[in-house]
């Protein structure tokens, strides 16, 4: 039976967001049961979101998040994909709306055996913890969040550290995949030509996000971070793992945001490394089926 899951994305940045959506969409291992997004032009990121659901032929609900971190501050860029948006118009089918909180609640509350997977920044999450406490006793979140071995903010936490302070001390017990281990997994060029030559309206759209993803960016090959998350949900033996006590710096003014491991009582569980040619091998397989 597949596993459902609600996926929380900033989709229109970074383009391993899209890519872990077309994952989730194409995956039938995963019930993809809604998808909410978080941080600055939610707009643009939920018409991203809802265009390349609809271009899989799939009617899943996509709820807008909060634009704002917890401290209220709000990016002013506008995601650079949302470049595949222009020259648009009339409704995108998928938008509902309900806010990202309720829906997140909804769907863990009622649906036995739900993962949330988030591959932004925590805020949505910890929203849903705020507006709905009983939500903590069954939330089952993975995030692809932290940077665990090494020196550095990760970008989702980094984006609202308090976020993710919140849900660590909520007694929920995320799985964090971190920076250090999705920064093993390159999508191979085999992979982007073939995705290129797709006549598939999905392989189609993603392509052309990547193409305003290596015009923003200057990079070539896309690292897979939030697929990687996904992914663990698919097949936990794609990484290894430890329960771990982690704390967030939320004060200093060169490491905040800096994720650190503590020796107390865990309270999430790492990832510590990944099988990169078994998650390959299964990401291929899910994204060209």
């Not at 969409?25 to 032009?41: F, I, N, P, Q, S």
Request: charge should be negative.
């Amino acid at each position: 039976m597949a596993i459902p899951i609600v996926l929380d994305t900033d989709i229109g940045d970074d383009i391993d967001d899209a890519l872990a959506l077309l994952f989730a969409l194409k995956c039938r291992e995963l019930d993809l049961r809604a998808v909410t997004v978080v941080y600055g032009d939610v707009e643009s990121r939920a018409r991203l979101a809802s265009k390349l659901i609809s271009a899989t032929g799939l009617k899943i609900p996509v709820a807008l998040g909060s634009p704002k971190n917890l401290l209220g501050f709000a990016p002013s860029w506008k995601p650079p994909q949302a470049e595949v948006l222009e020259d648009e118009s009339g409704e995108y089918a998928n938008l509902i709306g309900l806010p990202a909180w309720a829906v997140i609640a909804e769907n863990v509350l009622k649906v036995e055996g739900l993962k949330v997977v988030s591959t932004g920044p925590l805020t949505n999450i910890a929203l849903t913890l705020l507006s709905m406490p009983d939500v903590k006793d069954k939330l089952s979140l993975v995030s692809m969040a932290g940077f665990f071995n090494g020196s550095g903010a990760e970008y989702n936490v980094r984006c609202d550290p308090e976020a993710l302070n919140l849900i660590l001390r909520s007694g929920v017990k995320p799985l964090l995949v971190g920076l250090d281990v999705t920064l093993k997994c390159m999508m191979p060029l085999s992979m982007i030509e073939r995705l290129k030559s797709s006549e598939k309206p999905e392989h189609k759209l993603v392509y052309s996000m990547l193409e305003a993803w290596k015009k923003n960016t200057g990079h070539k090959q896309p690292i897979l971070h939030d697929p990687l998350a996904l992914a663990t949900v698919v097949d936990n033996k794609i990484v290894s793992t430890e329960d771990a006590r982690v704390e967030v710096e939320l004060k200093g003014e060169y490491t905040r945001g800096f994720t650190l491991i503590t020796g107390s009582i865990p309270n999430a569980s790492l990832c510590l490394d990944v099988n990169v040619e078994r998650f390959l091998k299964l990401f291929e397989e899910v994204i060209f089926s």
